[in-house]
């Protein structure tokens, strides 16, 4: 609650979603102590989209499978039948955080089971591990892993060009990848296993964003950026004869291969002086289509080209729908219709006022019309409509002067695709959303309109800076990045709108007053405006305060326990407090600038800070801190910490480093005096939530590393015993921003990642709620109805595969130390990979045992995993179920 910072900030710009760079990770430990463990459903609190959405795959050989990748929120599968987004990356834990940026997804046309992602993030130290290629042969649902010698930068400069890994449609072994930063293309022929540079490839780019970025962030070379395969040229199980690759070079753009690869040139005739940020064949008219811009995006392009090039005579033909001198944007959004040969599409993706543009053709580029266009300027006719009350924060709360307006076509569109099978289905990629339209061929009717809605639920691609859940009226707040944050009145619906009056661009920091909770205070970044606001009905409605001189950013902010009088940390100034709503502030002394400062949630004159290992205190409101005698702390700003609600002087400290004290400390004296909690190896955040029953204390969270195991922990004892809540499956990258627990459900706990939204949990255990409202309260006690009971859900299913979760309930009145689950499947299904538990088949009957950190098991407590399988004939579930001989009562909730 109310403290994050982005450790790197990138870019302020609107919409293009900022990352935290985690501090480097803690090397791998022998688990030291058995750590308990209990289930828990997650969820997102609902906000659909908010991030920038680069890619967007379907395959080519079946209908309704599609996938789409984010820069640093990992990739997801579409769901046909519900029209939603599943994620993939989930499992992705804390030491290789970066592998929820996605660089590129390719989808096999020959065995549609087959999906591959290349993962990194950056490209330069930010990121402390390389890329890697991972493989799935069930769409997604396992991985394995490839890691290559090289970084990959799914949300570096240049990340919208692509796609750079492609599977050839003949040969489904073998598969490219375009490298950055000088690394060249590299080729497998093993299906992803093993990967080789191909040598005989003659250029690896030169074109960096800003070569002279001492960050190495705008330095670095995009490298190779899109391959394609002329299908024409192949049969199947033999290598496709002709690929073409593009480059991030102006002069020398587009290589091709006519030997599948053994050689290449460069193609003759081709334009200069811009980048190719696609190349997408028309193999039925012999054409290759290419995007062209003068940067590489997505923020920046002024000139742009669209090229035809004819396979067959290497005739290239300008079909730009515009003239040169009219252009002050890059095309990059390209695709060509499957089903109508002759029909290609292409986005002005740097048209940001006073917006996007979409061009359509229908004669192969000869002829062009556009989704708008000016009648008499400013005036403007739309060939489309847009409904957004699915997301309406999407139209920002704007009501801007013609020619722009709300809700906007787009920002940052390089993802655009004509569903291959579904002439009437096209979907693009925005800096906040993926909007589509299911009557796409109305555009080319006289006078016809065609619709435009955001087809992205179940996407959430937020990075979240802090989190709140007042003890009354809206269950959370958010601090988010590039969107602001958001007042979650329900966890299952899509709020109406982001904070506003003022819109921050990130939101940094927020804060209730803990005995007025309506009484709220945020604060963030904006180019022009006051950073920070406050409002009085729970952050429904906002004002902005005046900032003191000084003020560049953010920074932190915290609220008196009365809300008579706030503490401000921002950035380019030092702390400052006030009395009233922020209309006149003074400089705090005794503290330094920069530092991280939050407030007694009794006291409200009690205000605690803390800087490079000193922790200060102030009693008379801020106006003066002194430096606390405690010794031990961590010695690096890499530290967030919280004083408990209820209980004065009660503080926990969170953070550390690897070279340096790393855990959590606790203070019952104000700060005097903290204790570093043995057996917490790591901690990065901490958070409070509703005390147990008949708990005495109040429910602590952290997202730390206890007994040599990274995850999600709770303990309701005050810290002497912990539970991991999280499991393998469940870890999204890097969770060192914030947690916080909710004050009116037990268990319930909000998890702040970096570029996956705000994931909550609730425990399967007593009082777990669910239905996501303001005050749901805690449910009634279970009831045993013997030993154990078993819940099987198949989670996904496709030809010849499918995907369990197993919940084994412990029923009885002891306490379980290791456990066993026996069944047998009634068709001909076959367990494939487990995760969570370890499995074995003797026959027909599969036994799945616990893992280490899952083997004690409370009674009345939960233990859940997973599983991939096989089936032939019907996918029949188990009838009986056995753990430690006893027959175990069913729950059966069938697919879902």
């Not at 330095?219 to 024409?232: A, H, K, L």
């Not at 992205?456 to 988010?480: C, F, I, K, Q, W």
């Not at 015993?721 to 393998?728: C, K, L």
């Not at 496709?798 to 412990?810: C, E, I, K, Y």
Request: hydrophobic share 35%; glycine share 14%; aromatic share 12%.
């Amino acid at each position: 609650m109310r403290r994050t910072r982005i450790l790197t900030v990138l870019l302020a710009l609107a919409a293009g979603l900022l990352a935290g760079s985690p501090p480097g990770a803690l090397a791998a430990q022998t688990p030291r102590a058995a750590v308990a463990a209990d289930s828990y459903t997650w969820k997102n609190a609902r906000i659909d989209g908010g991030g920038f959405v680069p890619g967007i795959v379907f395959n080519r050989s079946e209908k309704d499978l599609a996938y789409a990748r984010t820069d640093i929120g990992g990739a997801y599968r579409w769901q046909e039948s519900s029209h939603t987004w599943t994620p993939l990356l989930d499992h992705v834990g804390w030491d290789v955080w970066g592998h929820t940026g996605v660089v590129s997804v390719a989808s096999d046309a020959v065995d549609p089971d087959r999906v591959y992602a290349a993962v990194g993030t950056y490209t330069n130290d930010w990121d402390p591990t390389n890329g890697a290629v991972l493989r799935s042969a069930d769409r997604g649902a396992t991985w394995q892993k490839t890691d290559l010698p090289f970084k990959l930068g799914g949300n570096m400069p240049g990340r919208g060009m692509g796609e750079r890994l492609a599977v050839d449609p003949h040969d489904n072994d073998v598969l490219y990848l375009g490298a950055p930063s000088g690394h060249g293309l590299w080729r497998s022929t093993d299906a992803g296993v093993t990967w080789s540079e191909v040598t005989a490839f003659p250029n690896p780019g030169n074109y960096a964003q800003d070569p002279g970025d001492t960050s190495g962030y705008a330095s670095d070379n995009q490298g190779i950026t899109w391959v394609t395969f002329d299908e024409s040229t192949g049969r199947a199980g033999t290598a496709t004869k002709t690929v073409y690759v593009g480059v991030a070079d102006k002069e020398n753009a587009v290589y091709r291969s006519t030997d599948a690869g053994a050689t290449w040139e460069r193609l003759a005739g081709q334009p200069t002086g811009y980048l190719a940020h696609k190349g997408v064949l028309d193999a039925e008219n012999g054409y290759l289509y290419l995007a062209y811009s003068d940067t590489g995006g997505p923020y920046d392009g002024g000139k742009g080209r669209l090229y035809r090039y004819a396979t067959a005579t290497g005739t290239w033909t300008d079909v730009s729908p515009a003239a040169e001198a009219d252009t002050y944007y890059g095309f990059s959004g390209l695709t060509v219709d499957r089903q109508r040969p002759g029909t290609v599409m292409a986005t002005a993706y740097s048209s940001w006022w006073p917006d996007t543009q979409i061009f359509r053709s229908t004669d192969s580029g000869a002829t062009w019309s556009q989704a708008w266009s000016y009648t008499s300027y400013p005036d403007r006719e739309n060939r489309y409509t847009m409904d957004v009350s699915s997301s309406p924060w999407l139209t920002w709360g704007a009501n801007p002067a013609p020619p722009e307006q709300t809700p906007k076509l787009g920002w940052m569109t390089e993802a655009l695709e004509i569903d291959p099978f579904d002439s009437d289905r096209m979907m693009y990629g925005t800096g906040a959303t993926i909007y589509g339209t299911e009557n796409l061929t109305n555009w080319d009717d006289e006078g016809g309109t065609f619709a435009i809605e955001p087809m992205v639920r179940g996407l959430e691609e937020t990075a979240v800076n802090d989190l709140a859940s007042p003890p009354s009226g809206a269950p959370l707040l958010s601090a988010l990045g590039d969107v602001g944050g958001f007042r979650h009145t329900s966890l299952t619906e899509v709020p109406s709108m982001m904070y506003t009056s003022p819109n921050f661009t990130t939101t940094t920091s927020l804060d209730f007053a803990e005995k007025k909770p309506d009484v709220v205070v945020r604060a963030g970044n904006l180019d022009s405006g006051p950073h920070v606001a406050f409002s009085t009905d729970n952050g429904a409605n906002w004002f902005g305060g005046t900032d003191p001189s000084g003020v560049s950013g953010g920074g932190t902010v915290a609220a008196g326990a009365d809300g008579s009088r706030f503490v401000w940390s921002p950035e380019g100034t030092g702390v400052q407090y006030t009395t009233g709503f922020g209309t006149s502030w003074q400089a705090s002394s005794g503290i330094p600038a920069g530092a991280v400062v939050e407030s007694d949630r009794v006291n409200p004159a009690t205000f605690y800070g803390f800087k490079s290992g000193k922790f200060y205190v102030s009693t008379d409101g801020g106006a003066t801190f002194t430096a606390s005698a405690a010794t031990g702390l961590p010695a690096g700003d890499s530290v967030r910490f919280k004083a408990l609600p209820g209980g004065e002087g009660d503080v926990w400290l969170a953070g550390g480093a690897a070279d340096g004290p790393y855990g959590l400390w606790h203070s019952t004296d104000g700060g005097k005096a903290f204790t570093k909690l043995p057996g917490v190896d790591a901690a990065d955040t901490v958070g409070f939530g509703k005390a147990a029953p008949d708990a005495t204390y109040q429910t602590l969270f952290t997202s730390a590393e206890i007994g040599g195991v990274r995850g999600i922990f709770r303990s309701t004892d005050a810290g002497a015993t912990w539970t991991r809540v999280n499991d393998d499956a469940h870890q999204w990258g890097w969770t060192g921003a914030a947690v916080t627990g909710d004050p009116r459900v037990y268990g319930r706990v909000y998890v702040a990642t970096n570029g996956r939204g705000v994931i909550y949990g609730d425990t399967s255990d007593t009082g777990g709620g669910d239905d996501g409202g303001t005050d749901p309260g805690p449910g009634p006690d279970p009831t045993p109805t013997g030993a154990c009971e078993v819940e099987y859900t198949v989670t996904n299913q496709w030809s010849g595969g499918f995907q369990a979760d197993v919940r084994l309930t412990n029923t009885g009145t002891s306490a379980w130390d290791g456990w066993s689950l026996d069944w047998s499947f009634p068709g001909d299904q076959r367990v494939t990979q487990m995760w969570n538990a370890e499995h074995s088949r003797t026959g027909a009957t599969v036994t799945a045992k616990n893992v280490a950190w899952n083997a004690g098991v409370a009674p009345g407590a939960s233990v859940t995993f997973g599983f991939t399988g096989s089936w032939t004939g019907t996918n029949a579930e188990p009838q009986r179920f056995t753990a430690a001989g006893h027959t175990c009562t069913t729950a059966t909730r069938g697919s879902r």
